[in-house]
Structure formats: structure tokens, C-alpha cells
């Protein structure tokens, strides 16, 4: 199986290094990666300049590594046409949860979504950092657990797990869905010039089976996701209105 490990925290973060390593276990393992840091950067693509593909000197013992001057999504779809039949996307591990809202935002789960649309599986894996580094030889078992339950599971196109800092378990969930307040919060640079800091504050605390409720309570949390967006409910209250539907 060939497996293509990318992230959105750039080449040189130790969670790409600690994800590679986990996936030689599975197959065979490239590393196509951004060049810089890409989080927050979501499912974009790079379409008005060309991207470049550089052999990174960076050692991932022994596995091919690639960086790019684009985003996780751009990564994707430039490493899987340079090196075809690629079975599987990995990506991360992201320093930093991706949990219910922030997969609208998240450059890790775009690069899983970009293998989706591409037609091969991607899981996206992520794990809390704080003060101190995240502990990826303790999480190491926790990914290969992970990767051993969902490389059988076919049908699983587009997966996002997140791993808090000790797990004690994994949980199937769902994606924790619920408002946050997204304020902006106003600074001043050196120069005395006006800036301004983007903050999320999650308002709600975290429904049972969620993502987050399975993080907050120590454990790997694993979503299946899909790339239909529509809102079926909504879609078949508004077939059922005939007046609607014919006009
Ligand atoms: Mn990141």
C-alpha cells in the first residue's frame, strides 16, 4: 500500500516526522508536506503562480520527503500525481485538536478532503499542544491502534481523529456542532500601529458522543466524515412543499 503523509504545521514540525514513522508499519510511506506552516489555510488551493516540489534534506529515516511551496490541499494533489497510485492520505499530526467547528478551518482535515475528492481515503489525526511539546512516542500506539481499526474499513473515505495527550481508549463520535464566538480581539504591534488577533471561544460545553466530550474525557476521538454538505432534512421538507418545488 502506498501511503502519502502530509500536514498543514509544514515539513519541519515533529508531528509529520512522528506520523511518517507510524505509517512504515502500513506500507510504503512518502512525505509531500508544505514548505511553512499552513494552519488555518482550509481546503485552499494554489492556482494563480506555479508550485515548486524540493527534495527535502530532512531526514525521515529511510522515507522519501518533499516539500512544497503551497497549501496541505495543493500537497495532495501535486504528491498523488507525482507518484501515482497512491492508496492512502495521512495528515498531521496537527499540534492542535480539530474538533467540531474548527474542521471548517483546518488545513489538516483539507489535505484528508482533498484525497476524498481525489477518490483515495484520508484521515486526518491531531493531537492538543500546550505549554510543553505533545508527547509523540505516548501517542504513537494510540495512531497505529487507529490506522490498524480504519485501514480495513473501506468505506471510510474522509476520517478526522484527534488524540488527546494521554489517551485511555478510542471512541467513535461525531462532530461536536455548536456555535462559538469567533471575536477579535484589537493589540498594538512595536510601532504603535493597530492590529488585530482572531480568537475562538467555544460557547457551549460538549454534547455526549461528540468529538470534543471524547477528548475532554481522555479519549481518542475518531469521526467518520462525509464531503456532501446538503442538509438532507431540509432539502426533503422543501421537496415535500409542492408550491415550492414547481415554481
Ligand atoms: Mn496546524
Known sequence: MRILVTNDDGIYSPGIAALAKVATQFGEV????????QSSMGHAITATRPL???KSPIKFEGIDAYRVNGTPADCVALGTHLWTK???VLSGINLGLNLGNSMWHSGTLAAAKQAALLGMRGIAFSTPVGKEEPDFDKLAPFVEESLRL???MKDLCLVNVN????????????QSVRMYDGKIVPGMDPMGRKHYWFTVTPLEPAEEGTDRWAVENGFVSITPLRLDLTNEEELKKTQQNQSYANT
Open 30 to 37: 512518502r512525505v509531500v508536506a508544505p514548505d511553512v506552516e
Open 163 to 174: 488524540l488527546p495527550q494521554e489517551p485511555a481508549g478510542i471512541r467513535w463520535t461525531r
Open 86 to 88: 497512491t492508496d492512502l
Open 150 to 152: 480504519l485501514i480495513d
Open 52 to 54: 515548486s516540489y524540493k
